[in-house]
Every structure is written in C-alpha cells, then in structure tokens.
DNA sequence: CACGAAACGAAAGCTGAGCTTACGTCATGC
DNA sequence: GCATGACGTAAGCTCAGCTTTCGTTTCGTG
C-alpha cells in the first residue's frame, strides 16, 4: 500500500457521500457539515486527481463517468471498512465479561449476588474463573481480577487498582468449640498443611504455630462449613463471616495481631468496554 | 452508510499502516509523519471503539486478536479504495486528448506540425473531430476547442480562453487575376453560397456583394488551392496563406475594412489533465 | 555486560487542513 | 413572481493531528 500517493481519505469521504446522496447539501448533512465544506473537498479531489467528477445538472449533481467508476471503487473499499468497523463493534458488545479471581470473597460474597447484576445490565454476560494470582491481565484476555491485597501492595504502570473494601482478619470457631473451654493454642484449626500464609497470620497473634494441630479439609471452600460444624477454629475476613457471626453460627475468638485485608478489582490499563466498566461499578456498590 | 459512526478515517489509516508494518516508527515512515503521531491515532481508535487493538511485545507491536480482525477488513477495504484511484489515473493518463475544430487554421495549420508535438510528448494521443460552433465542451468530452474568435467576444464563465495569434482576414487572388487588370468587384470570388458570414467581411471593404460572381468550390479545404490556380478572388487570415503570398503563389488585393481575427484555445474550466495541459502549452509554442 | 541504536511512551505546544460564515447566483415549484 | 433550497466562492477561524522533546525499554554487539 502506498499511502503516500492516495488523495485526502477526507476528501473521498466527501465524495463518497456526495456520489451516494447525489448532492452536496445531503452529504453535508450526513458528514455533519456545510455543504460548503463538501464542495471544497470534491472541488479539492478533482484537482488532485485531475479529472471531473461531477457536474452541476440544475439543482442538483451528476458523476460524470470518471466519477461513477471513482465512486463505485469507493463505496466498495468504505463499505467494507464500515462493515469492518460494525462487526468489531459487534463482537465487543457480546463479549463476556471475564472476569479471574483467586479469592474466597468472589465465591461467597461476589457470585451469590450476580442475579442483581444481570438485573440491572440484562445481555451483559459475566464469567468468573479462577486463575493463578501472577497472571497477565492483558495478555490472557481477562478483563478484570477480583484480588486480596495485602498491605504495601504496589500498583503496576500498567493495572488500575480500585479498592472495594477493607476487611480484617478474625479468628472464628463454631460456638461449641468456643465454650469447650479449650485455648485456642489447643484448638483444632482448620488450616491446609500447605497453606503457610494462613499458618503465618495465626502465627502473628502469638500462637506457636509449630505445636497446632491442623485439620486439613483440602478445599477452601468447604473450611468456613468445616469451622461451623465445630471441627476447629480457622481465620477469615470479617466480611465472610459476618452473617454467621451475627446469627451466632460462628465467634470470634479473642485474639489480636492478624492483619487486614483489602479486597480490590484490578483493571488493565487502556481502552475498557461499557460492559465491563458496568461491572466494575456494580461490584462497588455491593461492598 | 453511517458516516457519522465511523472513527476517523486517519485513525484507521494509522492503525492499518502500523498493521502492515508491525511498527509505529515505520508505519510513521509510510505515512510522512512522526511515530507519535502514528501512536496517538491508534491510541485514539482505541479509545473510540473501547478495545484494546496492538499490545507492545518488545521493541515491537503485536496486533491483539480484535486488532487482526479489524486490520483485515481495512486491508481490503483499503486496498479497494487504492486500487479505485489507481485505475483511475491510469485511464485518466491513457485517455485520449479529444481537440474539436471549426477553423480551417487547425487542419492547415496546427495538423501538419502535430509530429512535432508527438516528438515532443511520446504516449499522449491526440484526436482533432470537427464539431458545431456552440457546443458545450464538458458536456461532449472534449478536452479543448481550437477556435476563430471575431472582435468582441465575450468569455463564458465556465471556459477559459488563450489566445494563440491575432491575424488579419486578407483578401487575395493568383497574380495572373491580379494582372488581368479586372477591378476586385469585377473579380469571381472563391466564396461558397451559404457562406454569408464570408460574404458579409467582403461587404465591408465597400463592394457590392449582390452583384459578385460568386464560384462555389464546396469544400473549404479547397478553396485556397481554387484562387491559388486562379479561379477567382478569396479571402483568408494572413497567417494562413503567408507562405503563399511569400512564394508570389498568391497576392494580396488592395481591399480594406477587413476584419483581424483570433485564434485562441478554448478550454474548459476546472482539473486539467497533464496531458490537456501539455498540449496546450504546445500550441502556444507554435504560433 | 556496558553501550549504542532503535523502538515505544507521554506531554506540551504549534499549525494548516478542513471547517464555518457570509453572501451570491441559479433552478424549481407554487 | 416569489419563496425555497440547491450550488459557488472567498475570507477567516479552530481544533484535530502533528511535531518536538525527553524519557524508558529492548536488543544486538564488541
């Protein structure tokens, strides 16, 4: 392609609709200018090119035959760039929302409430999927990350952080186990073998973490139930657990030092489709 | 077609060229501008249709899935634009110089020496045809008129006038009539029946056009070459029958009030074909 | 592995292509 | 006729698009 040795793509533009609409005015019209300024770009055009276009015919305007092969080239190569345009358009509409999380809030606090997001933005499609916390935004084709942030957390240039809401860690076993009259230092609690985080945030209270006794249930998402039923005591965000705690299915056990977390959707920097800004914004107001 | 929906065309443009190219810089190249400049357009196209087109891979740009998309349809749209332009100079570079005449200076004048002109512009065709004093030179395709303008003719709008000489309507006659001692009202003249505007210049030197003995030739090619051999008197611009009078083939009658007229081109107003141009300038060269 | 070459990124400021404004002329319909 | 709505032209404005400038990143190389 040689860009150089074409003409204004505004002036074949002003062409274009001219020789569509058949007068000066309408194209204006369409383009959103003066008539006048249509003139000037065809007038424009036929002296770069050299050749006639169109010609006065009374009121309105005729293509002469250079002008008629020039617009059926254009209507054409526009055509198939508008249609380009359209399909691309399309497509992002009906995209999904992907959206990649590794946290447990996602699943118990965000998904629960997606009904009330498809409420408000019927069409908007949203797929939650879990994925490892070092990923590529971008480059994996995700939209969004719900993550944990824990503090000192820095931005990357290229990902834009909003908090959604900060949460402190508590420590909470089922009310049974709670008046066993046990220290929580001879408690079960229900920490994964592998999870050292976990095991490093008991560990900030005081506890000697070496001498626990760990119940390993092996899925996150079944130690919250596990804590419930009394099998030991286990740490999570307030946020979590608050219904529990408030219905008396769990108690905090009175121990201090455990950190607090900010949960937090992390955005790609650049251009964002409607959809998922819509739901970035929705997931705000739900926290 | 939604004019009004599309992004800029200059945007496309820069996304297309950087696609081609896989490069800001050279796509700045092809288009004679800036690598910023390439790089706001795309960002800007990016921003407008809220998707995320190129990602940087390294001291390079790699087109996102959507951007591969879009980047086909303008490649072909594009392409079809250019290759529309493309088709049209080139026929607009082949076509014919059509030339329309009603002088008889044309056909003893300027076609004798149109080899010269072909020596001088290798590949441009010219085509001389005769055709009606008041045609309308846009409407009929031709791309200039030779013609005879008499005293106070006044410049249509739409057409532009070069004078190419001004030459005085001599009256003549071979030096055998001019010794044969007859008075110019005495004379046969070389003047065809219907030839009343002819006629009327011989009427304005003070003889009695009613009483002349007319010799009807029939075709103006002809007439010349009829008072060269003496079949009577004859009227011609000084320009065309100077050699004549030069090589003693003809002599001038001592008649006066003649009219001076100008040959000129005519040429419509608006593009100009190199070609048209060429030409032009040419005859000017060679009177 | 330091260094230079060649990209890309970002921001500030300039400029001319493209537009509006303003006023004519001309064709058409009532 | 006269109102209406097209096109033509020219003068001048304005902002989209560009250049400039400086910084960062990536790669190839001795």
Redesign the pocket.
């Known amino acids: 392609m040689r860009w150089r040795d074409l003409p ?4 074949l ?2 062409f274009d609709a ?1 020789a569509r ?8 019209r369409q ?14 055009l036929e002296a770069e090119l050299a050749v006639q276009l ?1 010609r ?6 005729v293509l002469t035959e250079a002008g008629e092969r020039l617009a059926r080239a254009l209507d054409e190569g526009f055509g198939t760039v508008a249609a380009g345009i359209a399909a691309l358009r399309e497509a992002e509409a009906r995209r999904v929302v992907r959206v990649t999380t590794t946290t447990y809030i996602a699943e118990t606090y965000v998904m629960p409430r997606l009904p009330d997001f498809w409420a408000k933005h019927p069409g908007v499609e949203v797929a939650m999927s879990p994925s490892p916390e070092k990923i590529d935004l971008a480059r994996d084709g995700f939209d969004m990350a719900i993550r944990a942030l824990t503090d000192g957390w820095t931005e990357r ?1 290229d990902e834009e952080i909003r908090p959604l809401c900060r949460s402190p860690v508590v420590a909470i076993c089922a009310p049974s186990l709670a008046n066993s009259g046990l220290h929580p230092q001879d408690m079960p609690w229900v920490i994964g073998n592998e999870n050292h985080w976990e095991l490093a945030e008991v560990g900030g209270t005081g506890l000697d973490t070496s001498r626990l006794k760990l119940v390993d249930i092996g899925s996150p998402h079944l130690e919250l139930q596990a804590c419930r039923q009394g099998l030991g005591a286990g740490t999570a965000t307030e946020i979590i657990c608050r219904a529990d705690l408030e219905a008396g299915r769990l108690v905090r056990l009175p121990l201090t030092g455990l950190p607090v977390i900010t949960y937090a959707i992390v955005l790609p ?1 650049g251009p964002r489709r409607a959809a998922v800004e819509a739901f970035a914004g929705w997931l705000q107001t739900i926290f």
């Open positions: 204004s793509l505004s002036s533009r002003a001219t609409s058949g007068s000066f005015a309408e194209a204006g383009l959103n200018v003066t008539h006048a300024a249509v003139t000037q770009a065809v007038r424009g169109v006065r015919a009374g009121r309105t305007v240039p920097r």
